[in-house]
Structure formats: C-alpha cells, structure tokens
C-alpha cells in the first residue's frame, strides 16, 4: 500500500475494503472530496493497490493549486484541471501551502479498466488538462451509493461508460498537445479546415471523423479559443457563402438554399436573418438595387 503522509480533510463518499465481483470487469474502490488543507500529501508507489492489480485514480480540482511529482517531473494543478493518476506507479500529490485545493476524485480497478487504458495507448504516469469532469465523478459517486441489487448491472454499465467517456477526453487533450507541438492546435485545425472549403457542407459529426476527435471536446476546445462553438462558425460561414451567391443575379434563393444542403429555404431564410439580420430575398434586393454591400 502507500505510504500516507497527510490526507488532510476528507470526505470518503463510498469505500470498499476488498474486491468484489464486477459484472463488466471494472468496480471502484473509493470516491470522495478532498478539502483544502496545507498539509495534504500523499505518496503512491508502483506497489501502490497491488491487491487489486493496480488503482487508477480521476481528479477534478475545484479550487486552489496543488503538484504532482512523478517521473523526476513537478506538475502544478489548479482550478478547472481533470488529472489522470495511472496505476502501479511512483506519483506524489500534495495541496500547496498557501492556496490548497480542493478536489473530487475517483479510484476504479478491473481487467476493463486495464483494457481501457492499454487500449487508448495511455502510457504515461500521469495526465492532466483543462476539463470540467466534476458532474461526471459526481455521477458516479451517486451511482455507487444508490447501488441496489435490482439497479446493480445497469450502475456499472453506466459507470464503466463514464469512465471510457473521461478516458477518451485524456486521448484528446493528448492529441491536442501534439499538434500544438506541431504548429497548430486542434481548434485551429478545424478552423483552417472549415475555412478551406469552398461551401461548408460539413457538421460536427463529420470533423470528429474527419481529424478523430471526440465531439464534445472539439466543441469544448473550439469554444476556447475562439469563443463560438464550432457549429456556430459553421453557419456563419454559410451565411457568407450565401450572401456571394445572392450577389449573382440569376440565382435563386431556392438554388442557394440547396446548394447549401439546408432542409427547407424557409430554415435557410432563417438561418440567413438571425447572422445577417435581414431575410436573403432583402439582402439580395439591397445589393441589387444597390444599396448593399457584401459584408452586410
């Protein structure tokens, strides 16, 4: 087991002292909330829940800043991170001094959760990125206690799904960093992308397959840093596509709602109104009458 310094203040939400059976091959072995504390500190080695094959552990820091030691490496954690603890590692956590955190977390075990993991290639002692994974630790602190037998295969289920949805955010923000190394974000990626085409055909659906992100985090990252949602700049992108092809005269709203793939020309008019802040067949009578301008 670990050798326990300090853990400070701390609500223990669900503990279990040994194995149980899984009907999916993953269970959780304690949840909880950590208060701020200036003396928390805790050392894992890799013997570390060597009962149980090895504890992964998830953290949400809500408040405050603590660091990681791992690997001959200083982490510094703050408010907004999700933290990623693998198994059977050397890893030491402690709250800093002045400001300590506070933090929800989870420990899951299990051949699922080692498949998981090895499945997503995540090799590293630790990874830590800006996530707001406090609701889904909460769901499962929940699920746990209200756990019954009538509920219990459908809690795991959910659980076991919470936890690959938080594995999946790690692989992101591990992609994210590699292309930030490369030159260019994950957000700026997609907006160079979307900016490339010569019609914005395209949904979130097909940029998730298309640079092999998870949806929610492209929107979170997107919104980021550019402060729109990328679905958002989309439309704004048709809504310029349009107002070029109402510029022809000849061209039909009807021709320019098709070829912007919109369902109806009554959903592409106000689609059109709410970015430009005028109906296409007005814009279009504006320009032509030549009282508009493009960039209206």
């Known amino acids: 087991m670990a050798h326990v310094k300090n853990l400070g203040k701390e609500n223990i939400v669900f503990f279990l002292n040994r194995p149980e059976s899984s009907p999916n091959g993953m269970y959780f072995t304690q949840g909880g909330i950590t208060y701020p504390s200036p003396e928390y500190c805790f050392i894992r080695t890799p013997r570390s829940g060597i009962f149980w094959g090895g504890v992964y552990v998830f953290e949400y820091i809500i408040s405050g800043k603590g660091y990681i030691e791992t690997d001959?490496?200083?982490?510094?954690?703050?408010?907004?991170?999700?933290v990623f603890l693998n198994s059977l590692r050397d890893i030491t956590y402690?709250?800093?001094?002045?400001?300590?955190?506070?933090?929800?977390?989870?420990?899951?075990?299990?051949?699922?959760?080692?498949?998981?993991?090895d499945g997503l290639s995540l090799d590293k002692n630790v990874y830590i990125f800006k996530y707001h994974s406090e609701p889904l630790i909460k769901e499962i602190h929940g699920l746990h206690t209200g756990m019954g037998i009538a509920n219990r295969f459908d809690s795991y289920d959910r659980m076991a799904s919470i936890v690959f949805k938080l594995l999946l955010e790690v692989k992101a923000s591990v992609r994210e960093t590699t292309q930030s190394e490369s030159g260019l974000t994950a957000a700026e990626r997609v907006k160079e992308?979307?900016?490339?085409?010569?019609?914005?055909?395209?949904?979130?659906?097909?940029?998730?397959?298309?640079?092999?992100?998870?949806?929610?985090?492209?929107?979170?990252?997107f919104k980021r840093r550019y402060g729109i949602p990328p679905n958002?700049?989309?439309?704004?992108?048709?809504?310029?596509?349009?107002?070029?092809?109402?510029?022809?005269?000849?061209?039909?709203?009807?021709?320019?709602?098709?070829?912007?793939?919109?369902?109806s020309t009554q959903h592409f008019s106000k689609s059109f109104r709410l970015v430009a802040g005028v109906s296409p067949a007005a814009y279009k009578k504006m320009f032509h009458d030549g009282g508009g301008t493009q960039n209206m």
């Open 232 to 263: 958002q700049y989309i439309i704004s992108k048709k809504i310029e596509s349009a107002k070029r092809m109402l510029m022809e005269k000849d061209t039909t709203i009807t021709e320019v709602s098709n070829a912007l793939n919109y369902s």
């Open 72 to 82: 001959g490496q200083i982490y510094t954690v703050s408010a907004g991170d999700t």
């Open 94 to 117: 402690y709250a800093d001094s002045e400001d300590p955190y506070k933090k929800i977390w989870v420990n899951f075990v299990g051949k699922l959760s080692k498949g998981m993991v």
């Open 193 to 221: 992308f979307i900016d490339g085409l010569a019609i914005p055909n395209i949904n979130l659906d097909d940029i998730s397959v298309q640079f092999g992100f998870n949806k929610n985090y492209l929107i979170h990252s």
